[in-house]
């Protein structure tokens, strides 16, 4: 993404917008657009879109959301006061791992603008026949995967919390979730996607990921089947192309972001209170389990 900011002329600034008013402390007169995730990959934090709209708008910005992690479905930033919103389409809206694409999505003027100026040359801005198939064939039962993956994400957050080998859990729709209130307040589910981390850290995390069996041990993420992974495959993964520059935020060595998918709930329940069994080997009972 650096690359390709940079190509166009444009520079990028790292703002912490869980705090609005850092927008005008942070601008300059190039600036033009204010940009972030929210819930943010993979912390699951939570931006406020109407206030940090508003301050963006006051100093004449535009507002750009990549709403991914929540699809249509649960979170629509152009109501909050987003210019654009950015969809994955690999992700839930196609829902099935099987395919990639993007959207963006605004007023007619802006799109063709951007279409115009930006991306009309751009082949890898083309969605093949295929893949365009498939993600019509998915999104026609992005509601009904939404509340699932919303239903059962929501189950394992509240599982988790209440684990003792729990140090942290990060759900939107937990009330202890910091941005617990602008999660209610801008999004209609907590959607399907976990961060926590475990009082051992990332070996117990790593000793706990191998022990799952449903949840498959991977950076994969919504899409039918669960996928979990530790802080090394994150910063891996998200961090490559971002390497030494001021995006490259220290994660912390213990999160562990888990892809809550399609399955029966009482089964990734299970699967997750088994694997976090730390080390009882002089135990009585005889293990049932193998
Ligand atoms: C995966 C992801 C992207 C990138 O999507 P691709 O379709 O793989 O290019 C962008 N934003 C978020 C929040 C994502 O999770």
């Keep these: 993404m650096l690359e390709i900011v940079s190509a166009v002329g444009a520079k990028l600034v ?25 819930p943010t990959n993979p912390l699951n934090s939570v931006l406020d879109v109407s206030a940090i709209s508003e301050h963006a708008h006051a100093f004449g910005l535009k507002v750009a959301v990549d709403s991914t992690f929540a699809t249509p479905a649960l979170q629509r930033p152009l109501g909050h006061g987003a210019d654009i919103v950015l969809h994955s389409l690999s992700k839930y809206m196609n829902g099935h791992g099987d395919t990639v694409g993007g959207a963006l999505l605004g007023t007619a003027a802006d ?72 999660a209610r307040r801008q999004m209609s589910g907590g959607s399907g996607m976990l961060a926590f981390g475990l009082e051992t850290g990332p070996e117990g995390a ?31 993964a998200r961090h490559l192309s971002l390497a030494g520059s001021q995006f490259c935020v220290n994660l912390g060595e213990d999160v562990i972001r888990c892809s809550v998918g399609l399955e029966d709930a009482e089964d990734l329940v299970e699967d997750l209170l088994t694997a976090l069994e730390f080390g009882q080997p002089d135990s009585d009972q005889p293990d049932l389990r193998r």
């Design 206 to 236: 790593t000793a706990m990921i191998k022990r799952l069996s449903l949840i498959r041990s991977g950076g994969d993420l919504a899409e039918v089947g669960s996928f979990i992974c530790g802080s090394a495959r994150l910063t891996n």
């Design 14 to 38: 790292a703002v912490d917008l869980s705090e609005p008013s850092a927008i005008g402390r942070s601008i300059t007169e190039r600036t033009r657009l204010v940009y972030f995730d929210t």
């Design 111 to 182: 799109i063709r603008k951007l279409r115009n100026e930006s991306l009309r040359e751009r082949h890898d801005t083309i969605i093949s026949p295929q893949a365009a198939f498939l993600i019509l064939r998915g999104l026609s039962t992005l509601a009904l995967r939404m509340n699932q993956h919303c239903n059962t994400a929501h189950v394992l957050a509240l599982t988790l919390e209440a684990h003792p080998s729990v140090a942290w859990v990060r759900y939107p729709f937990l009330t202890s979730h910091p941005d617990h209130e602008i």
